[in-house]
């Protein structure tokens, strides 16, 4: 439901709070996977924020999706320490892809986006959730958020306190989802030919 400013700014004001609300309600819902949580995680970092949710500022999107990645992964890392844990710990790539690109692997930005928003999304969200937190966020950061190994590395050293998080890791942790992703398309595209 609008609030008062945004109906004294019009419609384009509660289009915008519309839009910007479902936006980092679906971000935080990839991230985390629960839809309560999900819609706490975006009511605490929207009023962490400076955000005036109906007017178009420059940059306060990016500011609160930011704000809600942070509290996203402080909330998973709570959930599975072990999985955010980088010292000894090795990713598997399997040599499936040798690349961080989506495309290398098989999977366009049209299929991406068919995934996040199309009738594969339940698909995606069953893949995300038998990932481990920590590469389920790696993968959200990467391929929606669109964010670089080096910038997704930073945001994992802030939130973990962990050196261990370099954009190496991340870009290995990265292709091994991509691995898995393009391994589960392959079978059900199998699977719905044969």
């Known amino acids: 439901m609008p609030n008062q400013d945004c109906l004294e700014q019009?419609?384009?004001?509660?289009?915008?709070?519309?839009?910007?609300?479902?936006?980092l309600f679906q971000l935080a819902s990839l991230l985390v996977g629960d839809p309560q949580e999900a819609l706490q995680l975006v009511e605490e970092s929207v009023?962490?924020?400076?955000?005036?949710?109906?007017?178009?500022?420059?940059g306060a999107e990016e500011r609160v999706r930011r704000k809600l990645t942070e509290r996203a992964l402080q909330w998973m890392r709570q959930r599975a320490p072990q999985s955010f844990e980088v010292e000894g710990t090795s990713v598997s790539l399997?040599?499936?892809?040798?690349?961080?690109?989506l495309e290398a692997a098989g999977i366009s930005s049209a299929k991406l986006a068919e995934m996040l928003s199309g009738g594969q999304r339940q698909k995606l969200?069953?893949?995300?959730?038998?990932?481990?937190?920590?590469?389920?966020?790696?993968?959200?950061?990467r391929a929606v958020l669109g964010r670089n190994s080096q910038t997704a590395a930073e945001e994992f050293r802030q939130v973990c306190g962990?050196?261990?998080?370099?954009?190496?890791?991340?870009?290995?942790?990265?292709?091994?989802?991509?691995?898995?992703?393009?391994?589960?398309?392959?079978?059900?595209?199998?699977a719905a030919t044969a």
């Open 125 to 141: 969200r069953s893949w995300l959730d038998d990932l481990p937190m920590a590469q389920r966020a790696v993968f959200v950061l």
């Open 47 to 58: 009023s962490a924020s400076d955000l005036d949710p109906c007017a178009a500022e420059p």
């Open 162 to 190: 962990a050196d261990g998080w370099t954009a190496d890791y991340v870009s290995a942790m990265f292709r091994s989802a991509l691995c898995s992703l393009a391994n589960q398309l392959a079978h059900s595209t199998s």
């Open 10 to 23: 019009g419609s384009a004001g509660v289009a915008r709070a519309e839009h910007t609300a479902l936006e």
């Open 94 to 101: 399997g040599g499936c892809v040798e690349t961080d690109d």
